[in-house]
């Protein structure tokens, strides 16, 4: 009774026959029609560096014209349109979208997978937000939107803007947001199914679990907003009254309902940033991160009660008492686990061994930025205080030192750490310091002073303003400080353009990094890995060089003994 | 391992004065430098607080209200500055102390429990300081205080104040209805006859008060949404059109306070000013008569034009009126 056993040579394995293979496109085609995480990933950065450029562009031109007291230059419906472009360019067009850019490349790479989990869908997702931000700018050519980023009811009702731009902001509004929802479903599906095998919930990169937080609090908030816009889009054009306060309706939903999705928006622009300086912090510290998982648990607690704390944008709004205790308490609460954070990062930095290259500046950079507007956060959640503070210029400062911290220093982080895994080629240190510096100095001399601006009574939105105390003066130096600013970012584009061509070879692993996206090539091939590594720990890469080392090691005393 | 820590900690402080004695006399020159900055920056804030309060506190100095705000302000600020110089101090303490050049191996740690259970109650403890100042201060903020003797005679029918906002214990008050349109506020005060608003004392732009009299307003907007802000006599309340907000002030200084609207409105947003013009209560009689009669002589002449100008339907609206 002879069984037939299967030899190595006779096992089934399966067959894929390709009858027909597509050549693989060229040129700009090849743009046009990619579904790789990786093309898709740089389309999202270039796009939404454009954006950033032009937001730039608004705010220089509002700064210029708050250059002088009770100045001309500007038109006031051109400055309400500025400040309106500038906010929502900044916020849907840039931030957002940059910070999936960045998902798209290193979410897949870092986890060991081969490409996100639906690409078509991801493709997708880009040519959206490509729309929506073409579709809003081109209001400029007829009626750019005047009601500011928020949009409040009934300014923005067609009664007090008949005009389209705000049905241009609507469609941004939507275009965007399902750009962002279908993207934020294709992060949680990867994340979810296609780690790397041994990468278990407590390997998984910080940066990859601020993403996972990111499409969690992107898949919860938008659904809100996206209701919100539509309401408003049938109150202008199809009779409805959702906010119509003579016919019942309420303006004060527009507002619950805009920050009900706007305050997560917060979180949804710095918890990746946060999770790009947990990536950096560790690498040039030389040092494991420091409480991986309070830092991992830190980010889910503060996604959650950044759900709980929009009302705190509504302190000055007719609301009960009741109510402002409560979004007082829960954003006092938010600070912990943001404080909890920021020690953390400290204390891996504590007895590192530190080398600043451009990464780490602009990641220490960012910890002394986020610091001071998670501080006057305080002053803000204290409504009292709030009374005072909100809509002038402190909460301008305020909102700047959280986002341009939060997330355009870590921004920045992250391009001078990934560029090298981009391209393949090294970004230019000197530059790259020479713009941290002039960056530093530059948001320093703009924001700083506007604290000040807004204690001495300057309404934010506004087109001009008398010259009262030193009003004109603090506005002049804010005004000094955003070309500053604007000076070293152009250093920064300078540098990417001169590298992409010129930059010295950075091969596989400049940074003797941690995370899996160094495993590979540099730029990593279509398929990203040939073979996928077992994940041990958080930082595998250090495994692998352990495990090289020591191979070499046996292999050197063995070699001897052979002779 | 907390002990081991603990060990280590001290043994670094305890190194770090000899380490730049000894081996850095540029150093520790530069040190000296920074710390006669540091105290000289201390020196002239403790010293020139004064100069320093516009710079770093809200304004203040017309209202009770206000005051307590910017007094409660002053105490989340000296918090917040202990919390920033710790933190940014560590910061820089680190980043000075662990670069490459002094610290070429770093220590392998992952973690401290304790540390971080400490660190996590620390930032709780600081955040519950500071909500029980706030509940301290925030009746002196939120509750009018009767009127003093020297204000306006408040026991007329009009300043028996039903329903609404916050009133002063004794329930007297001089109400106002504050009403924002694109782009002026318009100022309603209280009379007689509470079932009738049309032949109530109106007033654009500037508000006038008498002093030492406890003033609460029903903030109320006919259009888009507005902001109620006088800097000086405590903080914005947003007109909502379908809402009524209630704030209060009660002024000691005669004098002009002015303020304007805080909520984008629209283009002129930045031109919606709002003034408040304290007087005496006897000023503020004399001011108050002299309104109402101009006001009933303007609608007697207004009833008795409007049949030579014209039948109903060419009947002027007030937006044609304007210039």
Known sequence: MATPQLTSTQTAVPQIVAHEVPTPQTGWMAWLTTTDHKKIGILYMVTTFVFFMMGGIEALLMRLQLSAADNTLLTPGTYNALFTMHGTTMIFLFVVPMMAGFGNYFVPLMIGARDMAFPKLNALSYWLLLSGGLVFYGSVFFNPPECGWTCYAPLSETAFSPTGGVDAWIFLIHLTGLSSLVGAVNFYATIVNMRAPGMGWGRLPLFVWTMLVYAVLLILALPVIAGAVTLLLTDRHFGTHFYDPSSGGSPLLWQHLFWFFGHPEVYIMVLPGFGIISEVIPVFARKPIFGYKAIAAATVVIAFLGLLVWAHHMFATPSPFIVLVFFMLGSFLIAVPTGVKMFNWIATMWRGSIEFKTPMLFAVGFLGIFLIGGITGIFLAVFPVDWQLTDTYFVVAHLHYVLMGGAVFAIFAGIYYWFPKITGKMLSEGLGKASFYTMFIGFNVTFLIQHTIGLDGMPRRIYEYPDVGHLELYNQISTVGSFILAIGILLTVINVIRSVKKGPVAGPDPWEGNTLEWFTTSPPPVNNFDVVPRVRSVEPMKDIRAQIERAEQERAEREPASV | ?323
Not at chain 2, 25 to 45: D, N, Q, V
Not at chain 2, 107 to 118: F, K, P, S, V
Not at chain 2, 144 to 173: E, F, H, I, M, T
């Open chain 2, 1 to 323: 391992m907390m002990s081991r820590l603990g060990t280590e900690i001290r043994r670094s402080v305890d190194t770090l004065p000899t380490v730049v004695k000894t081996d850095h006399p540029f150093s520790s020159r530069r040190r000296a430098f920074a710390l006669a900055l540091a105290t000289a920056l201390a020196g002239a804030l403790f010293l020139a607080p004064s100069a320093f309060a516009d710079f770093l506190v809200p304004e203040s100095g017309g209202s009770p209200n206000a005051d307590q705000i910017s007094d409660l302000y002053t105490w989340v600020l000296v918090v917040a500055a202990i919390v920033f110089v710790g933190v940014e101090g560590a910061l820089i303490w680190c980043i000075v102390k662990y670069r490459r050049k002094k610290n070429p191996v770093a220590d392998q740690i992952h973690g401290n429990t304790n540390l971080e259970i400490g660190w996590t109650v620390g930032a709780a403890v600081v955040l519950v300081i500071l909500g029980v100042i706030t509940f301290v201060m925030l009746p002196g903020i939120r509750n009018p205080p009767n009127s003093s003797a020297a204000g306006l005679d408040l026991s007329g029918p009009q300043y028996a104040v039903k329903g609404g906002g916050k009133q002063p214990p004794n329930g007297r008050s001089l109400n106002i209805q504050v009403n924002g349109q694109q782009y002026v506020w318009r100022f309603t005060y209280p009379d007689n006859t509470p079932n009738n608003t049309f032949d109530n004392v109106f007033a654009y732009e500037q508000m006038v008060v008498p002093t030492d009299t406890t003033v609460t307003l029903n903030i109320k907007s006919q259009d888009v949404a507005h902001s109620w802000w006088i800097p000086e006599l405590g903080g914005k309340f947003d007109a909502i059109p379908g809402y009524t907000n209630y704030t209060w002030f009660k002024i000691s200084k005669p004098g002009v306070y002015k303020g304007q609207c805080a909520e984008l409105c629209g283009r002129n947003h930045a031109n919606m000013v709002a003034e408040v013009r304290a007087v005496t209560p006897a000023q503020y009689r004399v001011w108050y008569a002299a309104k109402a009669t101009m006001i009933k002589a303007a609608n007697a002449a207004a009833a008795k034009a409007r049949p030579t100008i014209g039948t109903p339907q060419s009947e002027a609206t007030p937006a044609d009126v304007t210039p």
